[in-house]
């Protein structure tokens, strides 16, 4: 029997704890941990159209009109060259863009500088290490009743997507 390399049990143990926290996704409230400000859903076993798929039909099921997609991944990749930064940074990555007309109007009320938090954007990718591992990620917005409301829309939508998978991994980050 062949000896598996380091690389090898911590991916089959990063698989083995993804697979075991699946179902805490459905009764976790969005967790926080950390300072970042960011969220980061795993969803493992899937491939990025699938998922692309299930994020803009969880979009379109809070009467948001259908996102803006940039291919933010092929972008990388053709300006490496000239930037000097690896071109397989992402296996892929797409970044979806939309805007909540009752969101933004509680945090434009709040503060007309809070336009800087519109539009939201959820990030759909994978990485060139585990093609078979999707990941969402979006940011939190400003502390306020405003910006509270558009991360509990964020945190529906990357429910409802990453419940049509059964292998998600609980979201993390600030």
Request: proline share 4%; hydrophobic share 45%.
């Amino acid at each position: 029997m062949a000896t598996r390399s380091a690389s090898q049990r911590w991916r089959r143990r990063r698989s083995l704890h993804i697979i075991g926290m699946a179902c805490a996704l459905a009764t976790a409230p969005g967790t926080q941990a950390g300072d970042s400000g960011t969220v980061t859903v795993i969803i493992a076993n899937a491939v990025i159209g699938d998922v692309s798929v299930a994020l803009t039909d969880a979009i379109a099921e809070e009467g948001i009109t259908a996102p803006s997609e940039s291919h933010f991944g092929d972008m990388l990749a053709r300006t490496a060259p000239e930037l000097g930064h690896r071109a397989d940074l992402y296996a892929e990555a797409r970044i979806y863009t939309f805007c909540s007309a009752v969101i933004a109007a509680k945090l434009a009320t709040e503060s007309v500088h809070n336009i800087a938090h519109c539009p939201l954007s959820i990030a759909v990718y994978s990485l060139p290490a585990d093609r078979r591992s999707v990941y969402l990620g979006y940011r939190r917005s400003v502390e306020s009743a405003g910006g509270r409301a558009a991360d509990a829309l964020l945190d529906r939508i990357a429910t409802r997507t990453t419940a049509q998978f059964q292998h998600a991994a609980p979201p993390v980050g600030r």
